[in-house]
């Protein structure tokens, strides 16, 4: 065998060599692609079972959203209805709020007004201290003496004190109270 036969030899063997291995990483590639044809079979299957139930599911989504608009839609009508109540509320409770700073202050202008002027007993009021017992009562008479130094007449003091009547007495209790904070809010509780 010549040097040249002994490279023909050793190249005809590489060949073998390399052409097996190529057979046998290309029967690997066939398995791999048996395999994911198979994957890509079950995957078909199965994206058309998601399709169908994603399907079905955007239906009843569907459905379901427009009866939530519908019943947002009869909530929102509703609530439009009920508008004018919660305003009648409001107006009504600043009227009250109004009335009670009109009574106060009418209160508090009455008794001002009442606490500068004498007040004259009334008939009732006279009968009642004249028949008291007089035991410890002094009675004060001035005297006049303007005709020639001689008393002419004697008539008792009137008192100059001032006699609360229980509707005063309540009014100025009345003015000394804040008013109402809430007064025209309308707060609902869940």
């Known amino acids: 065998m010549s040097l040249g036969g002994l490279a023909g ?11 097996a291995f190529i057979c046998l990483n290309l029967s690997k590639v066939a398995d791999v692609i048996k395999e994911v044809s198979v994957t890509v079979n079950k995957l078909n299957n199965t994206i058309d079972i ?3 139930d994603v399907d079905n599911l ?14 947002v839609d009869d909530v929102g009508g509703k609530l439009n209805k009920t508008d ?14 109004e ?16 606490s500068f002027r004498k007040k004259k007993p009334n008939t009732l009021s006279r009968i009642a201290r004249i028949a008291k017992p007089t035991i410890n009562r002094k009675r004060t008479y001035a005297t006049d003496y303007s005709r ?22 309540d009014l ?14 309308v707060v609902i509780k869940k």
Do not use: C
Not at 9 to 19: H, R
Not at 58 to 71: R, W
Not at 172 to 185: H, I, M, V
């Open 9 to 19: 030899l050793i190249a005809a063997i590489s060949f073998a060599v390399l052409v």
């Open 50 to 52: 998601v399709t169908k």
């Open 58 to 71: 955007s239906i009843e989504v569907e459905g379901l959203l427009n009866k939530t608009n519908a019943l």
């Open 84 to 97: 004018p109540l919660f305003t009648a509320i409001g107006d009504l409770g600043e009227t009250v709020s």
């Open 99 to 114: 009335v009670n700073d009109s009574t106060k202050a009418m209160a508090s202008n009455f008794l001002s007004g009442a």
């Open 148 to 169: 020639k130094g001689q008393p002419v007449k004697q008539q008792p003091i009137r008192s100059t004190e001032h006699y609360w009547t229980q509707e005063e007495n």
């Open 172 to 185: 100025f209790n009345l003015t000394d109270k804040q008013p109402s904070k809430t007064a025209g809010e």
